[in-house]
């Protein structure tokens, strides 16, 4: 995990744009009024008032909005590494916490704070140990924010299915199963599917082999790697099993689409 604290003298309306890949836990000390902004692709207006200063954002959030601050800005934002969140955590925290009150992150914060301002040879052990007893406040915080993202008709929230695309985007070499992506929506196999089919409009495995099609015509017109280098690359195990996909998919062999777009 990593600390920032920052202070500075701020008027009025400032224009915020922040996506982290890291779990991120914000605290407000003062200067945040109101946060108007688009998180996800939802608009939100939250108010910071009395002790309900704190925000927290999962990896890949991304927000861009106006801040209500003055005269002086003064917050602290603790990022925590995916791996270490991933080892201790098994459910994705997918839904955005704003304008929360938390006395134990609270006070947890302030002393980290004010360690991190004077670091000794046993900041990094402390560090460590508050990071674990944090992430573990957050996911309690987390499990009971995470129905309200649910579409009422059963779907995906906005998030996750952007989360779900990108991950299977960034994987597409790999073998990626349903039990994987159902354990990264923190759904069991049979919600998922459902749910992913009524976001995607397919089945996932459907899904994913439409990208790696994709991805193989974009390499096909685009690379000089072989026929086999490229089904390897988007994910097939056997040039077999790619010619056939393929062919399936376009009509075409992988080398007559090469030679009909070289």
């Known amino acids: 995990?990593?600390?920032?604290?920052?202070?500075?003298?701020?008027?009025?309306?400032?224009?915020?744009?922040?996506?982290?890949?890291?779990?991120?836990?914000?605290?407000?000390?003062?200067?945040?009024?109101?946060?108007?902004?688009?998180?996800?692709?939802?608009?939100?207006?939250?108010?910071?008032?009395?002790?309900?200063?704190?925000?927290?954002?999962?990896?890949?959030?991304?927000?861009?909005?106006?801040?209500?601050?003055?005269?002086?800005?003064?917050?602290?934002?603790?990022?925590?590494?995916?791996?270490?969140?991933?080892?201790?955590i098994e459910t994705q925290l997918l839904t955005p916490a704003l304008g929360i009150q938390h006395d134990g992150l609270s006070r947890g914060l302030a002393d980290l704070k004010r360690e991190a301002e004077c670091p000794d040879g046993f900041f990094e052990l402390m560090a460590e140990g508050w990071a674990i007893q944090a992430l573990a406040q957050i996911g309690r915080?987390?499990?009971?924010?995470?129905?309200?993202?649910?579409?009422?008709?059963?779907?995906?929230?906005?998030?996750?299915?952007?989360?779900?695309?990108?991950?299977?985007?960034?994987?597409?070499?790999?073998?990626?199963?349903?039990?994987?992506?159902?354990?990264?929506?923190?759904?069991?196999?049979?919600?998922?599917?459902?749910?992913?089919?009524?976001?995607?409009?397919?089945?996932?495995?459907r899904y994913v082999l439409s990208k790696r099609i994709e991805l193989a015509k974009e390499k096909l017109q685009k690379s000089k790697e072989s026929i086999t280098e490229v089904g390897l690359s988007v994910g097939f195990g056997q040039s077999e099993h790619f010619a056939t996909a393929f062919k399936r998919a376009t009509g075409m062999t992988p080398s007559g689409f090469r030679d009909r777009c070289g």
């Not at 939250?46 to 002086?72: A, D, K, Q, V, Y």
Request: hydrophobic content about 35%; overall charge positive; aromatic content about 10%.
């Open 1 to 88: 995990m990593r600390i920032e604290t920052i202070r500075r003298g701020s008027t009025g309306r400032v224009h915020w744009h922040f996506r982290q890949p890291e779990l991120t836990l914000f605290w407000f000390g003062a200067g945040a009024d109101r946060l108007n902004a688009r998180i996800d692709g939802r608009d939100i207006s939250c108010g910071f008032s009395g002790h309900s200063r704190l925000c927290i954002f999962p990896s890949g959030t991304e927000i861009e909005g106006e801040w209500n601050s003055g005269p002086t800005a003064d917050y602290s934002v603790v990022f925590l590494e995916p791996s270490f969140v991933d080892a201790r």
């Open 141 to 205: 915080v987390g499990k009971g924010m995470s129905a309200p993202m649910q579409r009422t008709q059963g779907g995906l929230s906005v998030r996750c299915e952007r989360l779900l695309d990108e991950y299977i985007r960034s994987n597409i070499a790999r073998s990626i199963s349903v039990g994987d992506i159902a354990k990264l929506a923190g759904l069991s196999e049979r919600h998922l599917i459902r749910a992913f089919q009524q976001n995607f409009g397919s089945t996932p495995h």
